[in-house]
């Protein structure tokens, strides 16, 4: 199993992040001292998003130097549409050294 997690990586490199369904993610969002990050594209954020959110899109050359600018050791909720990017977006915070991140299961589409 050792020579699995060796040659395939092993899962606890992630253990900073937590995927949570979408009940629970709106119930850990009502804590004070949290940053929403909403990690679409500029158009989807403004067709709808999630109160509070900060737009900080994935596929912008800047995102890197904007994700360094919050707090990293304040909870970090992280969205997209669908799940793929936030996924990525978090394994990016993680790699960067942030202590606890959580990601929208299913993103803002299992939101509504």
């Known amino acids: 199993m050792s020579i699995l997690s060796f040659l395939f990586g092993n899962s606890s490199k992630n253990n900073n992040i937590e995927v949570l369904s ?3 993610f709106k119930s850990h969002i009502n804590k004070k001292s949290i940053q929403l990050i909403d990690v679409r594209t500029p158009g989807e ?3 709808g998003h999630i ?3 900060k737009n900080i899109d994935i596929f912008s050359p800047s ?3 904007q994700i360094e600018n919050l707090n ?3 909870p970090v909720y992280v969205y997209c549409r669908s799940g793929a990017r936030s996924s990525r977006a978090s394994k990016k915070l993680n790699k960067l050294g942030f202590t606890a991140i959580y ?3 299913g993103g803002y589409l299992n939101w509504r």
């Open 103 to 105: 990601d929208l299961s």
């Open 63 to 65: 995102f890197t130097s």
């Open 72 to 74: 990293k050791e304040k």
């Open 22 to 24: 979408p009940s629970d």
């Open 45 to 47: 954020y403004q067709s």
């Open 51 to 53: 109160k509070g959110a």
